[in-house]
């Protein structure tokens, strides 16, 4: 590899596989060894095109999320099956991967700055700044820069933009799915909020099962569907509905009564 070759976004592509390398290795023992992470549909992954593929997910912490994604896309491609064993696979990680991080986020702290050399694509966002909500014009580059990293490989992003349950889903993210037509994998994970500080860089907890499930890619009606439509169908796929949260809390109550059972028969 030529030492200063570049990506469309001006990165040197020698020091971006170094920082996953090292940043990789450093975070292997949070989903392997202090935590369980527990991945179903790796044989997806080694299936997609090198390019124009968009993964949705919910999200539970700013970073661990995004650092998982890059553990299980590597070691998906390098032939794991459902399992990040042996950090071999972040040898030569797959270097036109890329994320969507919120600005705000990408600047607090000098971190933040390194992990977003490492393939965040930054948007402002039009609804909350520094902690309040706000009512901003959309900035037509952000959604320039994902076309030119669909173009370039796979993009991450989280379509609530925010890391709090059962949000709605931002309508941005269906109008890049309707323009761009790129393949759309859906992402379901759980167990970072427990394990994880919300910023997903401090460890809470330890013997925590993280579950990551990846799901095959959503077909859609780019024609006759509208955005609301298609916002709909991503809510379902990340399983982030209101319905979802009606079927968790019923669960919930169930096992709240299967414990009060168990009390009052000792």
């Known amino acids: 590899m030529n030492l200063f070759k570049r990506n469309p ?10 920082l996953i390398r090292f940043f990789g290795a450093i975070t292997h023992k949070r989903y392997r060894g202090f935590n369980d992470l ?7 992954i080694r299936n997609l095109p090198d390019t124009n593929v968009l993964f949705i997910s919910n999200h539970q912490t700013y970073f661990a999320d995004v650092v998982a994604m890059f553990h299980v896309f590597n070691a998906s491609l390098s032939g794991r099956e459902n399992n990040i064993k042996n950090i071999g696979y972040l040898w030569q990680p797959k270097l036109n991967l890329y994320y969507v991080a919120a600005k705000e986020t990408m600047n607090e702290g000098f971190l933040p700055k390194i992990l977003s050399y490492a393939g965040a694509i930054t948007v402002e966002r039009t609804w909350r700044d520094k902690g309040k909500d ?13 076309k030119i990293a669909l173009e370039d490989g796979w993009v991450i992003t989280f379509p609530q933009g925010t890391t709090k349950s059962f949000k709605p889903v931002r309508k941005g ?21 427990r394990s994880f500080d919300k910023k997903g860089i401090r460890m809470k907890k330890k013997g925590i099962l993280q579950s990551f499930t990846i799901k095959e890619p ?19 796929a990340i399983e982030q509905h209101p319905s979802f949260l009606k079927v968790i809390s019923e669960e919930e109550l169930l096992e709240q009564e299967e414990l009060n059972k168990l009390r009052n028969c000792h």
């Open 134 to 146: 706000v009512q901003r014009e959309f900035n037509p580059n952000d959604t320039e820069n994902i």
């Open 38 to 44: 527990q991945i179903e549909g790796s044989e997806i």
């Open 9 to 18: 976004f001006g990165h040197i592509l020698f020091l971006k596989k170094w």
């Open 173 to 193: 993210t269906a109008h890049i799915i309707k323009q761009h037509r790129p393949i759309v994998v859906p992402i379901v994970i759980d167990g970072f909020r």
């Open 218 to 236: 959503l077909v859609f009606d780019y024609e006759n569907e509208t955005i609301e439509e298609i916002v709909e169908k991503i809510e379902y």
